[in-house]
């Protein structure tokens, strides 16, 4: 049986760690790689892989079944989704969850008229809590959904600092309110708000001369991202960005409450939960899987954009329908 082809848009921290994941999958092998860099100085770990201007992708777009997107949300995505889901069957990782039905409008229509499957905001949230809370709501249909990310660095956020202007580098920490986890784990059902529920801190690698009162202005003001947070802003050396705060970790909960019985009387908690040693390399694994979905699919003439809802879980193994439910049933 052929491998399934897959090519990456982008080799940061995710591409990266897309390359990684295919290397786990014995039914894929990498294609090539595209990027905004010049790609005669790019090394990539797979040798023997080409790497390719990422403005040249529509010439190779027969050799390629799968193209994982791994460019930022704030900029790259938005932009890149609806291009490239013309050309290629597509995954991407767009997690501004506010302009997720636009995105996806967008993609679709694209997608469409290329005549390919795009997976759109495949990850762990979106991607995977999302599946959990549309089971817990389904489930328990009388309860509250509450999702807690963190303590860890979001990769999305810290893309966003870092494109506000006089910032040389950053990053940024998700941070639960432990008290506010503890009401919901103990079944007291909080009202919370938002910025009750997460704080956001962030390290800032200022440029030579910039107005930092301004950045901080810019970064705590940032709609979707900052703006209904309590934020605190931390200006650091990049001696100390790059000793102290290397890491990638993350993670989170999801809780779904309810009540059944007569009178309500039954109180039930269903918690889902993540502590990940490394959010690109486990985001990248999520999309790989998808990618293989999104073959399946597109082999069987589907078209358009398309969610972690619409995706039965059997597309995303390698293994048969016999084999899985033998031994995960």
Same mark, same amino acid.
């Given at each position: 049986?052929?491998k !399934?082809?897959?090519g990456i848009?982008?080799?940061?921290? =995710? %591409?990266?760690?897309v390359?990684?994941?295919?290397r786990? /999958?014995?039914?894929?092998?990498?294609?090539c #790689? *595209?990027?905004?860099?010049?790609?005669s +100085?790019?090394?990539?770990l797979? @040798?023997?892989?080409?790497v390719?201007?990422i /403005?040249d992708?529509?010439?190779?777009?027969?050799?390629i079944? #799968?193209?994982?997107l791994c460019? %930022?949300?704030?900029?790259?995505?938005?932009?890149?989704?609806?291009?490239?889901?013309?050309?290629?069957?597509t995954v991407?990782?767009?997690?501004t969850?506010?302009? !997720?039905?636009e995105?996806?409008a +967008?993609v679709?229509?694209?997608?469409?008229?290329?005549?390919?499957?795009s $997976?759109?905001?495949? %990850?762990?949230d979106?991607?995977?809590?999302s599946?959990?809370r549309?089971y817990?709501?389904?489930?328990?249909?009388?309860?509250?959904?509450y999702?807690?990310?963190g +303590? &860890?660095?979001?990769?999305g956020h810290?893309?966003? !600092?870092?494109?506000?202007?006089?910032?040389?580098?950053?990053k940024?920490?998700?941070?639960p309110v432990e008290?506010?986890? @503890?009401a919901?784990?103990?079944?007291?059902?909080?009202?919370?708000?938002?910025r009750?529920?997460?704080?956001?801190?962030? *390290?800032? #690698?200022?440029?030579? &001369?910039?107005?930092?009162?301004?950045?901080?202005?810019?970064i705590?003001? $940032?709609?979707?991202y900052f703006?209904?947070?309590?934020?605190?802003v931390?200006?650091?050396?990049?001696?100390? =960005?790059?000793r102290d705060?290397s890491g990638?970790?993350?993670?989170?909960f999801?809780f779904r409450?309810?009540?059944?019985?007569?009178?309500?009387?039954?109180?039930?908690?269903?918690?889902?939960r993540?502590n990940?040693?490394? /959010?690109?390399e *486990?985001?990248?694994?999520i999309?790989?899987?998808y990618?293989?979905?999104?073959?399946?699919?597109?082999s069987e &003439?589907?078209? %358009?954009?398309?969610?972690? *809802?619409?995706?039965?879980?059997?597309?995303l193994?390698p293994?048969?329908?016999?084999?899985i439910?033998?031994?995960?049933?």
């Amino acid at each position: 049986m052929s491998k !399934i082809r897959i090519g990456i848009a982008g080799y940061g921290n =995710l %591409g990266r760690g897309v390359e990684l994941a295919v290397r786990q /999958n014995p039914d894929m092998e990498l294609s090539c #790689v *595209f990027t905004r860099r010049d790609p005669s +100085k790019l090394s990539i770990l797979t @040798e023997g892989v080409p790497v390719y201007s990422i /403005n040249d992708a529509a010439a190779h777009k027969d050799d390629i079944d #799968v193209l994982i997107l791994c460019g %930022g949300s704030a900029t790259d995505l938005p932009v890149q989704g609806p291009f490239f889901a013309e050309l290629f069957n597509t995954v991407d990782s767009f997690d501004t969850h506010a302009r !997720i039905p636009e995105h996806f409008a +967008k993609v679709d229509e694209a997608a469409k008229k290329g005549g390919n499957v795009s $997976m759109i905001s495949v %990850g762990w949230d979106p991607g995977m809590f999302s599946v959990a809370r549309l089971y817990g709501s389904c489930i328990l249909p009388e309860g509250r959904d509450y999702t807690f990310w963190g +303590k &860890g660095v979001s990769q999305g956020h810290s893309d966003a !600092i870092r494109r506000v202007k006089g910032v040389k580098d950053g990053k940024q920490y998700t941070i639960p309110v432990e008290s506010a986890v @503890e009401a919901v784990r103990n079944g007291e059902d909080p009202e919370l708000t938002t910025r009750q529920k997460h704080l956001r801190e962030c *390290f800032v #690698v200022a440029e030579e &001369g910039a107005d930092k009162a301004q950045i901080e202005q810019d970064i705590k003001t $940032m709609p979707n991202y900052f703006a209904d947070y309590d934020t605190t802003v931390h200006f650091i050396s990049q001696e100390e =960005l790059d000793r102290d705060h290397s890491g990638i970790p993350h993670g989170g909960f999801v809780f779904r409450t309810g009540r059944t019985g007569v009178d309500k009387e039954t109180k039930h908690v269903v918690e889902y939960r993540l502590n990940l040693g490394s /959010n690109p390399e *486990f985001t990248s694994s999520i999309l790989v899987a998808y990618a293989r979905a999104v073959y399946r699919l597109s082999s069987e &003439g589907v078209s %358009g954009a398309k969610t972690v *809802f619409d995706i039965a879980p059997a597309y995303l193994s390698p293994l048969s329908g016999d084999e899985i439910r033998a031994k995960m049933l």
